[in-house]
Nanobody, 122 residues
Framework: QVQLVESGGGLVQPGGSLRLSCAASGIIFSANVMAWYRQAPGKQRELVAHITRGSNTNYTDAVKGRFTISRDNAKDTVYLQMNSLKPEDTAVYYC????????????????WGQGTQVTVSS
């Protein structure tokens, strides 16, 4: 049974930082490409960053240079370090395992955790 538990969100002022964590269970974590998504109010969920089994990373343009995704296979945990936060980063953040379909990244498991709320506001 897949479980993904996100944590670390909160209220932060513009320019601040947060570190999100996602603990996974029920999957072979080290064998999966892991990703962070976010969903802002009234918007579709979007892929923010992913990290391969070999720790290669990729980011959506909106967060490049500000966010860093990392993983700890010994702890079955993926992290998202978010710096220089902006109000437009406000969203619920989720993690999931993803797979490449040949044209896009898609979630591997039809399951979403509860997410963690990030609010950037002064």
């Amino acid at each position: 049974q897949v479980q993904l538990v996100e944590s670390g969100g909160g209220l932060v002022q513009p320019g601040g930082s947060l570190r999100l964590s996602c603990a996974a269970s029920g999957i072979i974590f080290s064998a999966n490409v892991m990703a962070w998504y976010r969903q802002a109010p009234g918007k579709q969920r979007e892929l923010v960053a992913h990290i391969t089994r070999g720790s290669n990373t990729n980011y959506t343009d909106a967060v490049k240079g500000r966010f860093t995704i990392s993983r700890d296979n010994a702890k079955d945990t993926v992290y998202l370090q978010m710096n220089s936060l902006k109000p437009e980063d406000t969203a619920v953040y989720y993690c999931n395992a993803v797979r490449w379909t040949g044209s896009s990244w898609q979630v591997r498991y039809d399951y979403w955790g509860q997410g963690t709320q990030v609010t950037v506001s002064s």
